[in-house]
């Protein structure tokens, strides 16, 4: 070890041997895989957690992905049916399955812990380019078990998450590497991986175009006499602007191969022509476009989302719903980037203190910004800052142990010795906290056994062509293991789409089923005829009614003219959707002409309660008296309800349903759920949707509807109009 004790920011350097070091290498990857066995550990002790012999992955997406792979190997899929056949990480999944002697279950389980450890190459290297190996070795076992990273990359988060932050960290080090080596072959390897790293996520062009614009920066401000700086701007302006890649690969290595063959003087003044040239294509190609989408996305939202195409009416904006898109507090944030605030404090004044010592450091700034974002933006971003700031840490820790060693003596060797035992407690306490949430982290998967056998027993019965009518949280692993189609899904669920299938989940059946109809011809329609705008507009215009109000109004006519029937829709109603019914209404419970929310129906869906002979106690001392049907809110306040339901099943699953009506004129219901131990407590409109009298009491009208599959946790029926 190098020491220059004059230096208050020196940490020495350590260089390993080549062997040495891929052994440190392999070793930090085997813990940052083995920590996430943990999960494994505690999901295989629930039978409910298994299909098929194997433990079913924890993330919606990761079905989609899943279709999409599923679909390569059969050879074929359905048109329009959204399956991703050509999107890489089902391309990779589907040569995985035809080269390993694994079940595809197991595949499409544990690629996402396998691919996503290898965080800690990309992690070493840049420590190993610092002249470092020690620094990159403990910054790696952080950065691959952080709280969000493991959260995204956690054995059964089968999702693009898995090889999102390896590919950009490696961008970074062929970034760094070529402005410490000034060879131009690095400048043109970091845009190689940005093509790779745009084929895999496409969203990649913002933080590309973020490592373009700190590239050139850091050249202005440190190296302005010095050509590769604004060589590797060029190179990722290049990279990242919106052109077919087999295009931009062709681009890359003709502008390689003349900076590499043309003579120095030539080269300098061919890079003061690349630069301007490459920035001025970046922007026509609409390379700023996808930023501006982000930044509109994610930090000047929109409360309602008007309809891009000739837009006259106004839908409910997806992101207020999505818990990603969504502002977090401080400590969350920090949490998920260093596993405790105290730790985020620390790594962030050891990334500044690591960017004055080795200064190209700086170049990380983009992921380290695209992570605060997530102050703004919602969580989903502050696994960027993850890589960065473990390294941050983990030099902070080093300076320190080399502090408190230097105050103990001159002994070199006895002081050498410290130095390691105080970096490996320090090592220690900022991993445990993130041990500790990986070990409380008791992800359930994202079905259980029971509901999957629902939707296989579906598969049996609804063809490849039919619709299956849910919310779209279901999406996914309803196409996956029934292979159907499905109206809105984990991609597709915009307002404009969202809101005839929660119209139809949330009114009564009659309006429900004619919107169903309408909902799924008029959307294979839109694929034949590539007809552009909201499905609901086009009903409106088709049937000349030019009033949104007014058109489903007439949805409750039974004399209702419908298109011709071409395909069976069937509806799947589980018991999880029961808790977020009334997120479900908000989509069709809006003013279309000016996107004004309007009131929701009442729905409260309650777990905990207790029933005292004749009385039902519920929160705050509300109680429901079952022989007079007195509602006592708890402040006083006294209502009848209109009427008392008690549903439960017999030995044979048989549904059984007693009523009891109190006041026809009364405002509220309540259904006592006896196996499943929720109280629901609603008012008319809530009790007359489709979904309470389909799924909760089974009562349905046999000319719109016919039961399928009813089960307690997930029930189908098929559409008769």
């Given at each position: 070890?190098?020491?220059?004790?004059?230096?208050?920011?020196?940490?020495?350097?350590?260089?390993?041997?080549?062997?040495?070091?891929?052994?440190?290498?392999?070793?930090?990857?085997?813990?940052?895989?083995?920590?996430?066995?943990?999960?494994?550990?505690?999901?295989?002790?629930?039978?409910?957690?298994?299909?098929?012999?194997?433990?079913?992955?924890?993330?919606?997406?990761?079905?989609?992905?899943?279709?999409?792979?599923?679909?390569?190997?059969?050879?074929?899929?359905?048109?329009?049916?959204?399956?991703?056949?050509?999107?890489?990480?089902?391309?990779?999944?589907?040569?995985?399955?035809?080269?390993?002697?694994?079940?595809?279950?197991?595949?499409?389980?544990?690629?996402?812990?396998?691919?996503?450890?290898?965080?800690?190459?990309?992690?070493?290297?840049?420590?190993?380019?610092?002249?470092?190996?020690?620094?990159?070795?403990?910054?790696?076992?952080?950065?691959?078990?952080?709280?969000?990273?493991?959260?995204?990359?956690?054995?059964?988060?089968?999702?693009?998450?898995?090889?999102?932050?390896?590919?950009?960290?490696?961008?970074?080090?062929?970034?760094?590497?070529?402005?410490?080596?000034?060879?131009?072959?690095?400048?043109?390897?970091?845009?190689?991986?940005?093509?790779?790293?745009?084929?895999?996520?496409?969203?990649?062009?913002?933080?590309?175009?973020?490592?373009?614009?700190?590239?050139?920066?850091?050249?202005?401000?440190?190296?302005?006499?010095?050509?590769?700086?604004?060589?590797?701007?060029?190179?990722?302006?290049?990279?990242?602007?919106?052109?077919?890649?087999?295009?931009?690969?062709?681009?890359?290595?003709?502008?390689?191969?003349?900076?590499?063959?043309?003579?120095?003087?030539?080269?300098?003044?061919?890079?003061?022509?690349?630069?301007?040239?490459?920035?001025?294509?970046?922007?026509?190609?609409?390379?700023?476009?996808?930023?501006?989408?982000?930044?509109?996305?994610?930090?000047?939202?929109?409360?309602?989302?008007?309809?891009?195409?000739?837009?006259?009416?106004?839908?409910?904006?997806?992101?207020?719903?999505?818990?990603?898109?969504?502002?977090?507090?401080?400590?969350?944030?920090?949490?998920?980037?260093?596993?405790?605030?105290?730790?985020?404090?620390?790594?962030?004044?050891?990334?500044?203190?690591?960017?004055?010592?080795?200064?190209?450091?700086?170049?990380?700034?983009?992921?380290?910004?695209?992570?605060?974002?997530?102050?703004?933006?919602?969580?989903?971003?502050?696994?960027?800052?993850?890589?960065?700031?473990?390294?941050?840490?983990?030099?902070?820790?080093?300076?320190?142990?080399?502090?408190?060693?230097?105050?103990?003596?001159?002994?070199?060797?006895?002081?050498?010795?410290?130095?390691?035992?105080?970096?490996?407690?320090?090592?220690?306490?900022?991993?445990?906290?993130?041990?500790?949430?990986?070990?409380?982290?008791?992800?359930?998967?994202?079905?259980?056994?029971?509901?999957?056998?629902?939707?296989?027993?579906?598969?049996?019965?609804?063809?490849?062509?039919?619709?299956?009518?849910?919310?779209?949280?279901?999406?996914?692993?309803?196409?996956?293991?029934?292979?159907v189609k499905t109206l809105i899904d984990g991609g597709k669920h915009t307002g404009d789409v969202n809101f005839p299938v929660?119209?139809?989940?949330?009114?009564?059946?009659?309006?429900?089923?004619?919107?169903?109809?309408?909902?799924?011809?008029?959307?294979?329609?839109?694929?034949?005829?590539?007809?552009?705008?909201?499905?609901?507009?086009?009903?409106?215009?088709?049937?000349?009614?030019?009033?949104?109000?007014?058109?489903?109004?007439?949805?409750?006519?039974?004399?209702?003219?419908?298109?011709?029937?071409?395909?069976?829709?069937?509806?799947?109603?589980?018991?999880?959707?029961?808790?977020?019914?009334?997120?479900?209404?908000?989509?069709?419970?809006?003013?279309?002409?000016?996107?004004?929310?309007?009131?929701?129906?009442?729905?409260?869906?309650?777990?905990?309660?207790?029933?005292?002979?004749?009385?039902?106690?519920?929160?705050?001392?509300?109680?429901?008296?079952?022989?007079?049907?007195?509602?006592?809110?708890?402040?006083?306040?006294?209502?009848?309800?209109?009427?008392?339901?008690?549903?439960?099943?017999?030995?044979?699953?048989?549904?059984?349903?007693?009523?009891?009506?109190?006041?026809?004129?009364?405002?509220?219901?309540?259904?006592?759920?006896?196996?499943?131990?929720?109280?629901?407590?609603?008012?008319?409109?809530?009790?007359?949707?489709?979904?309470?009298?389909?799924?909760?009491?089974?009562?349905?009208?046999?000319?719109?509807?016919?039961?399928?599959?009813?089960?307690?946790?997930?029930?189908?029926?098929?559409?008769?109009?």
């Amino acid at each position: 070890m190098k020491t220059n004790r004059s230096d208050f920011l020196d940490v020495g350097e350590v260089r390993l041997s080549a062997g040495t070091f891929a052994v440190l290498m392999l070793i930090a990857y085997l813990f940052v895989l083995a920590i996430r066995y943990i999960w494994v550990d505690w999901a295989s002790g629930f039978p409910q957690f298994h299909w098929n012999g194997e433990l079913m992955i924890n993330t919606n997406d990761g079905y989609y992905w899943g279709e999409g792979a599923r679909d390569i190997l059969a050879g074929h899929h359905q048109p329009n049916d959204l399956s991703p056949v050509d999107q890489p990480i089902a391309m990779l999944t589907a040569f995985l399955a035809r080269v390993l002697p694994l079940k595809f279950e197991t595949i499409i389980l544990w690629m996402p812990a396998v691919f996503g450890s290898l965080l800690v190459v990309p992690v070493m290297l840049i420590g190993r380019a610092l002249r470092h190996d020690l620094l990159g070795f403990f910054a790696a076992m952080l950065a691959g078990i952080a709280w969000s990273y493991y959260n995204r990359t956690m054995v059964g988060y089968y999702d693009t998450d898995m090889l999102t932050i390896v590919f950009p960290t490696f961008v970074l080090w062929a970034i760094i590497q070529a402005f410490l080596t000034r060879k131009d072959d690095w400048a043109f390897g970091a845009a190689l991986i940005t093509l790779l790293y745009e084929w895999w996520y496409p969203s990649a062009v913002p933080l590309v175009a973020g490592f373009a614009g700190v590239a050139l920066v850091y050249t202005v401000i440190f190296e302005r006499n010095d050509a590769i700086g604004y060589r590797v701007a060029g190179y990722l302006f290049l990279a990242a602007t919106p052109i077919a890649i087999g295009y931009k690969g062709a681009l890359l290595v003709a502008a390689w191969a003349l900076f590499r063959f043309s003579g120095k003087d030539l080269a300098l003044r061919m890079t003061m022509l690349f630069l301007p040239v490459t920035l001025v294509v970046f922007a026509l190609f609409g390379g700023f476009d996808p930023i501006w989408y982000q930044l509109k996305g994610y930090i000047f939202r929109e409360g309602t989302t008007d309809v891009e195409s000739n837009a006259t009416l106004h839908f409910y904006a997806v992101s207020k719903t999505v818990r990603e898109a969504g502002k977090i507090p401080f400590e969350i944030f920090a949490d998920r980037i260093s596993g405790h605030p105290i730790t985020f404090v620390l790594a962030t004044i050891g990334y500044v203190m690591l960017a004055l010592r080795y200064r190209v450091m700086w170049l990380a700034l983009p992921m380290v910004g695209l992570g605060f974002l997530a102050m703004a933006g919602g969580l989903r971003f502050t696994v960027y800052a993850v890589p960065v700031l473990a390294l941050g840490i983990a030099y902070l820790a080093l300076w320190f142990a080399r502090r408190v060693a230097g105050s103990f003596g001159k002994d070199e060797q006895a002081e050498g010795k410290l130095e390691w035992i105080v970096t490996f407690v320090l090592l220690a306490l900022v991993l445990y906290p993130n041990i500790r949430h990986v070990i409380a982290y008791k992800v359930p998967t994202v079905f259980d056994a029971s509901e999957v056998k629902v939707l296989d027993r579906l598969h049996k019965t609804a063809g490849r062509e039919d619709y299956v009518l849910a919310w779209w949280d279901y999406g996914y692993p309803i196409r996956y293991y029934s292979d159907v189609k499905t109206l809105i899904d984990g991609g597709k669920h915009t307002g404009d789409v969202n809101f005839p299938v929660s119209f139809a989940l949330t009114r009564p059946e009659l309006p429900s089923a004619n919107m169903a109809r309408l909902d799924t011809e008029y959307t294979e329609s839109a694929y034949r005829t590539k007809r552009s705008g909201a499905y609901l507009e086009m009903m409106m215009a088709d049937y000349n009614v030019s009033e949104p109000d007014a058109f489903l109004a007439m949805l409750d006519d039974v004399h209702f003219k419908l298109p011709a029937k071409s395909r069976e829709v069937y509806y799947y109603l589980p018991f999880r959707m029961m808790g977020i019914f009334p997120t479900i209404e908000k989509f069709s419970d809006i003013d279309l002409t000016t996107g004004k929310e309007r009131p929701l129906s009442a729905f409260y869906a309650l777990p905990n309660f207790i029933v005292k002979g004749r009385t039902i106690v519920f929160g705050n001392g509300a109680a429901i008296d079952t022989q007079t049907g007195t509602l006592n809110l708890g402040n006083g306040q006294k209502q009848t309800l209109n009427r008392l339901v008690v549903t439960g099943y017999d030995r044979r699953g048989k549904l059984h349903v007693e009523q009891r009506v109190f006041d026809p004129g009364a405002r509220y219901y309540a259904v006592l759920m006896k196996n499943y131990h929720r109280l629901l407590l609603m008012d008319r409109r809530a009790f007359e949707s489709t979904y309470v009298q389909l799924f909760v009491l089974e009562h349905y009208d046999p000319k719109l509807f016919e039961p399928v599959i009813l089960t307690p946790m997930a029930k189908v029926y098929r559409l008769k109009k």
